[in-house]
């Protein structure tokens, strides 16, 4: 009882993970500020205390301006501040694309290396909760297709945490993506140890080994891969969950090294299918590991449609743990 | 009052079906039968009737999140948005829109938007549609006054200007975006200001009074009609409730005796019941009874709007997967 | 001599193609008007006398306001019009996202089929002329991602013409992007006779019959695989090209189908790689057409890295004949 | 004229550096030697000197397309800008950018942009810096009067508005974008006439006059240094040559004898010149030799860029791929 509580108290999840990443960075670093819409009244749960602690000079509401902000951080970066901006949700992003890839993505490199953009900008992929289609997306594909930026989409709350504080050091522009089926006890870990836990962009963690299907997990897609992994367990099959946690950089040397151990490999993604984080993988993984590949490499994500709003809709067209215990056994073909 | 005893009538009607409306939303989502939060016009229902009884029928109409109170005073049935709420097959988007995308293509309503801000150009472009079809239509145009800081409005308040086009941008200012009160992300107080920044009138009304909201939409609509152009109508009303039913943000953010001071001293609904009893209508005297009987019937019409959203079955699953293309019929 | 001239007499490239096109179709149909920046002076050369012959209600230019443009062509679309939008070139695009992802393409899903947008948007990827990095972008990937969009992608004047004529008739919105490095001699071909010229979506085309390898190309890249094709050919190398001209829908038992034969597939994009329609089809045949297999599946793209100015950097970075044929015979084992 | 001598003959220099620069580009485009057309600056050089010398050079900067005075007149070196233009290894950007892309960050020059528009809320957000790290800084923003138009430009005046940021916002509005007269893309005549829906001040200047567009942007650098916030300058004025130095349009929009006015009564190097010398400096007269010693100056300045730009090497190509991430260098 003592222990189980101790144990529970030591777990992290999405939420705190944000706050106490940006709380110590705020502190390690003054040129650190943080800036979003309804950040002072805490709306989204990750900002308590900010004002309080860091001032309104580096605490902000940003007024209902997207491509103006991602633009004002990008400068703000480029003259000597490393703003933290709060988009709320990923769908908002599309109002500032064009800051994001010509300013954000484009400015180091057109200038010829003169500018630096230590910059964050983190936004929940808000599906799965009766938003429908316009607060739903999960875009980060789309971000994939830029070059320039670093994407990570953790899947637990001490990842989220590590992640998130080397971005704040990165002096790169960085989105993180925080899948909010997460936001509860799904995201929750052992809470990691003092404020200097820091985890590098481009480093896959492999949260359960197996040996006979490699199952690529990314955010929320990880839970299902687990979740799935343990079913199967059941039936004597084993498979090796793989979380890339980044997908700019993308750890493919650890892809490559279990799909080569397997022979076999589904990729759990909950972005819209066509030119998602998925086929990218699956691309790749045809390309440089063809031939440890013992059978096709399966897709499992979300389907090309957008979001419906009723609770008897929305949820069949995301990857779940079904769908993925039925990939991998078509992968070791235990079923048509 | 200078309005004919008809159309205040409808006023008031129209007023309580969004009020009635939403007090049933409340209680669905008390007995956990809606899906997800709702965004509450409770407060603006005058600001909102007058300018949409200033349009026709087959007027367009676009809006945004807080978007019951825009299709309601339009003329849609309540049945169907309703059962939208609910995600039911029977809702006017099938249950694949709810709450914030709410659309009724019957009255002019080309949907509401999520992303705030996102439908201020759809609205310029039924206007398009209108002038290059010479169709005499207006499109009206519903946004907060968070949105005012969106870049597309700006595109579009500068596009209708340039343009010409019957367009009616109707700014409900209801003091806040959320937790962040309009003056502190807003560099000027009344957003009609802006209005001068595109060459076309601006004019900010008492959103809390159905009567002037109506009169200065009436006098856009007629402007637009006479191929003069768009106008910015800026209402300045009250959000009653929390940003959205259900949602409980972490710090208070407004004192409460505002909110008490608005409930009290400014509500609409009983504001605008007085005048009509005290005052009358240009033809006439009005009377209690008669207004009682109003409310009385827009009582049973959404009682009878929440037992229709009951009844409705949801959706098939394959539902998720039809309408994302328009399919021709193929001819038997 | 004279069968040469009547022959070149004959030929369709792409600026006429579009001339053509919009010509017949607002001939055709009062409810299509012209929208685009600087339509009028005909800057981009495909708009001549356009203002004489339909006037300045169905003939407009637009300003500097990208999101409002697309926005605008999405209401009047639902309000009873056919606009075409002269957007010019595909880096402008980002200006516009969020009104292409939350109105254009979700209107009609969101609202339960209410809504229906006729309605087409033109641009240019105006690449590999030394324009570098802010009017050089592919971005069709990143639309290929939403779902509700079709897409075309035509290689050569005939197809573009046929393409687009279908595109405004369709009841759905259409992005048309135009290959820029097409706009010369490149993209030339065969007139077709009247102006009845339609290409339904969705069909692929085989510009060369083969039996070792497929070659799928997108956009400039079917030159570029022609042109490989070629020259593999006096090596006796026999190579199969199709064009899908339409990434959405994309014609996959085409692709499956040739790909069935050669067991062989190299896909020439000039989008940046990751989460690219190179990487979609790879994914995509690894996961139908495993079996058929007999090599990884080979994307020859442009490398992730935004376009530099310099005439000296710039070529090297997308997809080129040589590429394509050391491809080739990377999978045909015809060296390492 | 009010001005003192040394920074009357500043302006004049460096008008004439952006003249003669941009006249040798249109040579090097003859020769074959531009890898790419180019956005004149020329006849908008008194507005563009005019802007930044009120400022000082760690003041920070965002320009667009027509680009090279911009950073000419912040006291860039012309050798790194000639260099840039040519493609070369000895360009700011080191051939990366070109000419609509030219950056040099150490006067401040954060970058031009392609995208029209999109450089603007970057100037916003130098101006953030400058106020949160207290260094007294202000941010120049150079956009045209079609950028006026952009969404983003709207959104960014407000922000910088309501956070009372150091930034000066300057319209060039050369009346023209592209093919297409300013009014029948904008819907008010002058551009400043927005700064009073954003609580801003907002004047126009004659773009023409370098002494007035210095004077108003002193007085707006002032203000935003006293930390009362962003200003609107518009300057009119005029673009002498087509969009672009090398674009064929297929139909003529705009009217030669139009043209042809503005170079022969509006000019603003000779009409510069002739004020210098009718009026002289504040601190006494300016004789003809003196102007004319900065012209030879000048000149030899810019012949010097041109042979060192054509004496730079290209890039290698291996360059194309550096860049793209800020990578720490590992310690030894
Ligand atoms: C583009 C976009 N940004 C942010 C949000 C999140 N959000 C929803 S409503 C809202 C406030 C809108 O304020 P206002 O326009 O005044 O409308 P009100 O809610 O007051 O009716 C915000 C920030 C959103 N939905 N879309
Ligand atoms: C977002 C965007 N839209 C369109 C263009 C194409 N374009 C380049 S310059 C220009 C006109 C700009 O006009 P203005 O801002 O007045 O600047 P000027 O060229 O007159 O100096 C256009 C339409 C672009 N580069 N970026
Ligand atoms: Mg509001
Ligand atoms: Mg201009």
Not at chain 2, 229 to 251: D, I, Q
Request: with cysteine; glycine share 10%.
């Amino acid at each position: 009882m003592t222990v189980t509580s101790a144990r529970r108290a030591a777990q992290l999840g999405f939420l705190q993970a944000i706050q106490q990443a940006q709380h110590e960075e705020m502190t390690r670093d003054e040129r650190v500020i943080l800036m979003g819409q309804d950040l002072r009244a805490n709306v989204f749960g990750a900002a308590q205390g900010f004002l309080d602690d860091f001032g309104p000079s580096r605490v902000r509401d940003l007024p209902l301006s997207e491509a103006a902000s991602v633009g004002l951080a990008a400068g703000a970066a480029m003259a000597g501040l490393r703003p933290i901006v709060d988009l709320t949700v990923a769908s908002f992003m599309f109002c500032a694309m064009d800051q994001f890839v010509s300013q954000v993505a484009k400015s180091r490199y057109m200038f010829g290396g003169q500018a630096r953009l230590p910059v964050v900008f983190r936004q929940a992929l808000y599906y799965h909760g009766g938003t429908a289609a316009h607060h739903a997306d999960r875009p980060y594909p789309m971000f994939m297709n830029v070059p320039g930026l670093k994407i990570m989409v953790p899947s637990n709350g001490p990842d989220l945490k590590g992640l998130l504080k080397t971005a704040i050091r990165d002096d790169n522009p960085v989105l993180c993506f925080e899948d909010a089926t997460l936001w509860g006890r799904h995201g929750r870990g052992p809470a990691p140890d003092g404020d200097d836990h820091l985890i590098p962009f481009g480093v896959a963690s492999v949260p359960r080994e197996g040996s006979d299907v490699t199952v690529v997990g990314i955010g929320g897609g990880v839970r299902h891969a687990l979740d799935a992994a343990a079913d199967l367990a059941a039936e004597g099959v084993s498979v090796e969950v793989v979380d890339p946690r980044t997908l700019v950089p993308m750890d493919w040397p650890a892809i490559l090294a279990s799909v080569a151990k397997t022979g076999r490999c589904v990729v759990v993604d909950p972005a819209n299918r066509t030119c998602s984080a998925a086929s990218e993988i699956a691309a790749h993984l045809v390309e440089e590991g063809f031939a440890s590949l013992r059978a096709p490499v399966l897709r499992v994500t979300s389907d090309d449609m957008h979001v419906p709003f009723s609770p008897k809709l929305e949820k069949q067209i995301y990857p779940s743990k079904e769908k993925v215990v039925a990939a991998v056994r078509r992968v070791l073909g235990m079923e048509k | 009052m200078d309005l004919k005893r008809e159309l205040a009538l409808e006023l008031l009607r129209r007023m309580l079906r969004i009020r009635l409306f939403e007090e049933a939303t409340i209680d669905l989502f008390h007995a956990g039968e809606l899906p997800a939060m709702v965004h509450l016009s409770i407060g603006q229902e005058a600001a909102i009737t007058g300018a949409c009884l200033a349009t026709e029928t087959d007027d367009y109409m676009t809006g945004n999140h807080r978007s019951h109170g825009h299709p309601i005073a339009k003329g849609a049935g309540l049945d169907g948005l309703m059962a939208e709420l609910l995600g039911k097959a029977g809702g006017v988007c099938k249950g694949k829109g709810g709450s914030m995308h709410l659309a009724d293509f019957s009255v002019g309503s080309l949907g509401e938007s999520g992303i705030v801000g996102s439908a201020i150009p759809v609205a310029v472009g039924a206007g398009l549609a209108a002038d290059v079809l010479g169709t005499g239509r207006v499109a009206l145009c519903f946004f907060g006054d968070g949105a005012a800081n969106e870049g597309v409005c700006h595109e579009s308040m500068n596009l209708a200007a340039v343009w010409k086009l019957p367009v009616i941008f109707f700014c409900e200012n209801n003091g806040w975006a959320v937790s962040v009160r309009a003056t502190e992300l807003t560099s000027v107080e009344n957003i009609s200001v802006r209005a001068a920044g595109y060459g076309m009138p601006g004019v900010t009304v008492d959103g809390q009074d159905p009567v002037a909201t109506y009169e200065a939409v009436a006098a856009a609509v007629a402007r637009a009609r006479r191929g003069e152009g768009p106008s910015l109508v800026e209402a300045r009303t009250y959000r009653f409730h929390e940003h959205a039913y259900g949602l409980r943000v972490k710090n208070a953010y407004r004192d409460q005796a505002e909110v008490d001071e608005w409930w009290r001293e400014r509500d609409p609904l009983p504001l605008f019941r007085r005048r009509l009893l005290d005052e009358g209508a240009a033809d006439g005297p009005v009377d209690a009874a008669v207004l009682d009987a109003i409310e009385a019937e827009v009582r049973a019409e959404v009682g009878a709007a929440v037992e229709y959203a009951r009844q409705s079955p949801y959706p098939e699953p394959e539902e998720a997967y039809r309408d994302l293309y328009h399919v021709e019929e193929v001819p038997a």
